[in-house]
Structure formats: structure tokens, C-alpha cells
């Protein structure tokens, strides 16, 4: 049975810092992508960043990109997320994800909720101004 458990989330005020970590296990990640997605009340579900397990590149949105970073342990299956310089509006609930990947997919896809096959069940994240 696969599983995704996420821990890390908290209360910080914004300009601080806070890291993510997602546990993933169950089943060979080794061709899958890790990436983590948010979604804050009321708002869509967003995707954040992504890192294939196989070569390691990375993904970002353009909302987070140079405040935050996502790396990954392969031989433990566990991915990261590194968050600076938080802001109000990065506050909301980060769900871990994974799903199979190739290296022939083309970049968007990894943007995309419907790539992933598997879910954890998410850890809050609140900043306050």
C-alpha cells in the first residue's frame, strides 16, 4: 500500500522559515516524481514544486521560485521542501504527491495534479504577518 506522510508544517511569522518533508514508501519511487501542491481557503489547489527521483531535476512556480527549494533522498524516498522568506500568502494546507514520470514527459505536465497517482493527506502551514 503506498503511503505519503508529510510532517513539518507550523505557525511562523512571515520572513521566517519552515521545511517540509514527505515520506514516501510502499512501492519503487524510482521512476516517479515527488512534488508537493497547496491549496489555501478558498483558493484552487497550486501546484509548488516537483523533483524527479531518476535525474533530480526540479520544477517551481513562478510564486515561490528563489524562496523555496525541493530536494530528495532516493534511497530513503523522501523529498523536501525548503520554505524562505515565507509570506501570508503562502499560507495553506501542502499536500506531498508522486506519480510516474518519464524522461520524455514534457516539463508542463509536471505542473499538472492529474500526473499524480498518490496523495498524502496534507500538513498546514500558516503565516502570519
Known amino acids: 500500500q503506498v503511503q505519503l506522510v508529510e510532517s513539518g508544517g507550523g505557525l511562523v511569522q512571515a520572513g521566517g522559515s519552515l521545511r517540509l518533508s514527505c515520506a514516501a514508501s510502499?512501492?519503487?519511487?524510482?521512476?516517479?516524481?515527488l512534488a508537493w501542491f497547496r491549496r489555501a481557503p478558498e483558493k484552487e489547489r497550486e501546484f509548488v514544486a516537483a523533483?524527479?527521483?531518476?535525474?533530480?531535476?526540479?520544477y517551481y512556480a513562478d510564486s515561490v521560485k528563489g524562496r523555496f527549494t525541493i530536494s530528495g533522498d532516493k534511497g530513503e524516498n523522501t523529498v523536501y521542501l525548503q520554505m524562505n522568506s515565507l509570506k501570508p500568502e503562502d499560507t495553506a494546507v501542502y499536500y506531498c504527491?508522486?506519480?510516474?514520470?518519464?524522461?520524455?514527459?514534457?516539463?508542463?505536465?509536471?505542473?499538472?495534479?492529474?500526473?499524480?497517482?498518490?496523495w498524502g493527506q496534507g500538513t498546514q502551514v500558516t503565516v502570519s504577518s
Open positions: 523533483i524527479s527521483l531518476s535525474d533530480e531535476k526540479t
Open positions: 504527491a508522486s506519480g510516474p514520470f518519464s524522461h520524455a514527459t514534457p516539463t508542463q505536465e509536471y505542473y499538472q495534479y492529474y500526473r499524480y497517482s498518490y
Open positions: 510502499g512501492r519503487d519511487f524510482s521512476n516517479y516524481a
